[in-house]
């Protein structure tokens, strides 16, 4: 990777950790799961809102973590927001395959230059599971997550 391209990312990647987007809570999420790595320490916790047609119509993620992982739930988020749970899961394989290294032909050319800031991953393993624990998050809140809304009394 040339050297002005791998600085570019990095800043990307410290804007993401630094000024996260969709941080804080999501009170009317439908969805919601927590995640935790427990090699390095890193926790998020991913809340979303499905609309009728099974869009995030809305999504939101809180946490503490290495730059890597808050940056890689920032631009998730970012990301995910407006697309059907298909969509996202296309994106989210897309996006697993590209930090492991691997071919991503799934991608879009706009989604693949939105999460080429990740790639350089690849060379740092142990790194990839910081990127990806928001992401894998995200399917278990999908997945396993939903949110039991309480009936007024």
Same mark, same amino acid.
Request: glycine share 8%.
């Given at each position: 990777?040339?050297?002005?391209?791998?600085?570019?990312?990095?800043?990307?990647?410290?804007?993401?950790?630094?000024?996260?987007?969709?941080?804080?809570?999501?009170?009317? *999420?439908?969805?919601?799961? @927590? /995640?935790?790595?427990? +090699?390095?320490?890193?926790?998020?916790?991913?809340? %979303?809102?499905? !609309?009728?047609?099974?869009?995030?119509?809305?999504?939101?993620?809180?946490?503490?973590?290495?730059?890597?992982?808050?940056?890689?739930?920032?631009?998730?988020?970012?990301?995910?927001?407006?697309?059907?749970?298909?969509? *996202?899961?296309?994106?989210? @394989? /897309?996006?697993?395959? +590209?930090?492991?290294?691997?071919?991503?032909?799934? %991608?879009?050319? !706009?989604?693949?230059?939105?999460?080429?800031?990740?790639?350089?991953?690849?060379?740092?393993?142990?790194?990839?599971?910081?990127?990806?624990?928001?992401?894998?998050?995200?399917?278990?809140?999908?997945?396993?997550?939903?949110?039991?809304?309480?009936?007024?009394?």
């Amino acid at each position: 990777m040339d050297q002005s391209l791998r600085e570019l990312y990095q800043e990307v990647i410290l804007d993401h950790s630094r000024h996260p987007r969709h941080f804080g809570a999501l009170d009317n *999420a439908t969805h919601k799961a @927590d /995640g935790h790595n427990p +090699l390095c320490g890193d926790r998020v916790t991913v809340m %979303l809102a499905l !609309d009728e047609a099974g869009r995030v119509a809305d999504i939101k993620f809180q946490g503490k973590g290495c730059a890597i992982s808050q940056a890689s739930a920032s631009l998730m988020t970012d990301m995910l927001a407006g697309k059907t749970v298909a969509e *996202a899961e296309k994106l989210m @394989d /897309g996006f697993l395959h +590209l930090v492991k290294g691997e071919d991503a032909p799934g %991608l879009s050319a !706009d989604d693949r230059e939105h999460l080429d800031v990740m790639s350089g991953l690849s060379e740092f393993p142990m790194r990839v599971k910081c990127a990806t624990l928001a992401w894998h998050t995200f399917k278990n809140a999908v997945e396993e997550g939903e949110v039991v809304k309480e009936s007024a009394a």
